[in-house]
């Protein structure tokens, strides 16, 4: 597969662009792989890769029930930290922040990362001593972060409204290497560069059954028909607990949906990441000008991928007080992805009561952000049947 690069754009303009090939590759399904991942998002395609660039293992399909990057990868507000509390989530967190930081020069496909910074603001004095604890505690961690004053806040987000009546800004844990990503893209330069190791995308193929015998497994009936394979890994976010009623076992997971939305796009005024946790909304300005904003999870149970305008009522009328221009602003379009949450929100990477299957799910609301460190470790996983020394107990 030929190089994006300044000599390939200038190349191509000769034919007037007609002579690029092909992102990836759109082959039959094989009869045999040594190993399958099921779903085609950012966490599938990821582990793929590494399986690919750690291990040497290019014999690998990943299927899709529908398109590409179509699931919670296309579908949330691309935020990256890593300024977590606990150490377990540091490091995972940390090692995808890093990842992202060479991301489009690792995949020759510019993933758009933008270290704008992030910062999550304290407005009770209990969120005070929070974020002061975790920026000591990510000190020890070797995760870059300070709490920093309102005065700050301001300077590094002038449109923001420091004395709100209900929750004023009382300062803010700032991480400057945070910040986001273009989401499709990410999805996208993984997939090419698992289709230029010879690995087989295999879009609208849907998993029916899973095979087995003597409690291993042994392949999967799909509706393209069936393949054998010697390892399964099953990376689907919030359909996780259907794939795994059909390997015969349960996981400790409930799907929610969870809602974002983007305004009208509006002149440059906004270039950091703001998280207001009291409230539950977040905000970041797209390059297309866009203000992304999302929130928290539904209060109930669901696989919706659609927006529900009293959701997303609850979100802005929270971010007003804070950001009083969101007021003035038009919903272009709103969404919904399904994601997975565990009991005590903590993913799970681990080997599954079916030999040969390997299970990657329960990130929850922060699967963005993890999506390199999730692919880095859970190849390990699959190759080795072990934890990663990030995520070892």
Same mark, same amino acid.
């Given at each position: 597969?030929?190089?994006?690069?300044?000599?390939?754009?200038?190349?191509?303009?000769?034919?007037?662009? @007609? +002579?690029?090939?092909?992102?990836?590759?759109? &082959?039959?399904?094989? !009869?045999?792989?040594?190993?399958? %991942?099921?779903?085609? /998002?950012?966490?599938?395609?990821?582990?793929?890769?590494?399986?690919?660039?750690?291990?040497?293992?290019?014999?690998?399909?990943?299927?899709?029930?529908?398109?590409?990057?179509?699931?919670?990868?296309?579908?949330?507000?691309?935020?990256?930290?890593?300024?977590?509390?606990?150490?377990?989530?540091?490091?995972?967190?940390?090692?995808?922040?890093?990842?992202?930081?060479?991301?489009?020069?690792?995949?020759?496909?510019?993933?758009?990362?933008?270290?704008?910074?992030?910062?999550?603001?304290?407005?009770?004095?209990?969120?005070?001593?929070?974020?002061?604890?975790?920026?000591?505690?990510?000190?020890? @961690? +070797?995760?870059?972060?300070?709490?920093?004053? &309102?005065?700050?806040? !301001?300077?590094?987000?002038?449109? %923001?409204?420091?004395? /709100?009546?209900?929750?004023?800004?009382?300062?803010?844990?700032?991480?400057?290497?945070?910040?986001?990503?273009?989401?499709?893209?990410?999805?996208?330069?993984?997939?090419?560069?698992?289709?230029?190791?010879?690995?087989?995308?295999?879009?609208?193929?849907?998993?029916?059954?899973?095979?087995?015998?003597?409690?291993?497994?042994?392949?999967?009936?799909?509706?393209?028909?069936?393949?054998?394979?010697?390892k399964l890994g099953i990376?689907?976010?919030?359909?996780?607990?259907?794939?795994?009623?059909?390997?015969?076992?349960?996981?400790?997971?409930?799907?929610?949906?969870?809602?974002?939305?983007?305004?009208?796009?509006?002149?440059?005024?906004?270039?950091?990441?703001?998280?207001?946790?009291?409230?539950?909304?977040?905000?970041?300005q797209s390059d297309k000008?866009?203000?992304?904003?999302?929130?928290?999870?539904?209060?109930?149970?669901?696989?919706?991928?659609?927006?529900?305008?009293?959701?997303?009522?609850?979100?802005?009328?929270?971010?007003?007080?804070?950001?009083?221009?969101?007021?003035?602003?038009?919903?272009?379009?709103?969404?919904?992805?399904?994601?997975?949450?565990?009991?005590?929100?903590?993913?799970i990477i681990s080997t599954?009561?079916?030999?040969?299957?390997?299970?990657?799910?329960?990130?929850?609301?922060?699967?963005?952000?993890?999506?390199?460190?999730?692919?880095?470790?859970?190849?390990?996983?699959?190759?080795?049947?072990?934890?990663?020394?990030?995520?070892?107990?």
């Amino acid at each position: 597969m030929s190089r994006y690069s300044a000599f390939a754009i200038a190349k191509n303009a000769l034919s007037y662009h @007609q +002579g690029w090939e092909r992102a990836w590759a759109k &082959p039959e399904m094989k !009869k045999e792989y040594d190993a399958v %991942i099921v779903g085609a /998002g950012g966490h599938g395609l990821a582990t793929a890769y590494y399986l690919g660039k750690n291990y040497g293992i290019t014999n690998v399909a990943i299927l899709e029930k529908g398109w590409l990057g179509g699931g919670n990868t296309g579908r949330n507000t691309t935020i990256i930290r890593s300024n977590y509390l606990q150490d377990s989530s540091a490091a995972i967190y940390e090692k995808a922040r890093s990842l992202y930081e060479t991301m489009s020069q690792d995949l020759n496909y510019n993933v758009m990362f933008s270290p704008r910074g992030v910062m999550m603001l304290a407005q009770t004095e209990a969120e005070i001593r929070g974020y002061k604890r975790t920026a000591h505690a990510n000190k020890l @961690q +070797g995760v870059k972060t300070e709490y920093i004053s &309102p005065q700050k806040v !301001k300077q590094l987000c002038p449109i %923001i409204e420091l004395s /709100g009546p209900r929750f004023p800004v009382l300062g803010a844990l700032w991480q400057p290497r945070g910040g986001t990503a273009r989401h499709d893209a990410v999805a996208w330069g993984y997939a090419r560069a698992c289709s230029d190791m010879g690995m087989d995308i295999i879009q609208q193929c849907e998993v029916t059954a899973v095979t087995q015998s003597n409690g291993k497994v042994t392949g999967l009936q799909t509706s393209k028909g069936s393949l054998k394979c010697k390892k399964l890994g099953i990376v689907v976010a919030g359909n996780s607990g259907h794939l795994a009623n059909m390997a015969g076992f349960r996981l400790p997971l409930e799907s929610v949906s969870l809602q974002a939305l983007v305004s009208e796009p509006i002149k440059p005024c906004m270039d950091v990441v703001v998280m207001a946790n009291t409230v539950h909304g977040y905000m970041s300005q797209s390059d297309k000008g866009e203000m992304v904003i999302g929130g928290g999870t539904d209060g109930f149970n669901n696989y919706t991928q659609r927006g529900s305008f009293h959701h997303l009522e609850e979100t802005v009328r929270a971010l007003i007080e804070t950001f009083p221009m969101v007021s003035r602003l038009k919903m272009l379009r709103h969404w919904g992805g399904i994601v997975d949450v565990t009991g005590d929100r903590s993913p799970i990477i681990s080997t599954t009561p079916l030999s040969g299957c390997f299970i990657n799910c329960g990130w929850g609301t922060g699967g963005f952000k993890a999506i390199p460190g999730s692919g880095f470790v859970n190849d390990t996983a699959l190759n080795k049947c072990a934890s990663s020394p990030i995520t070892a107990p």
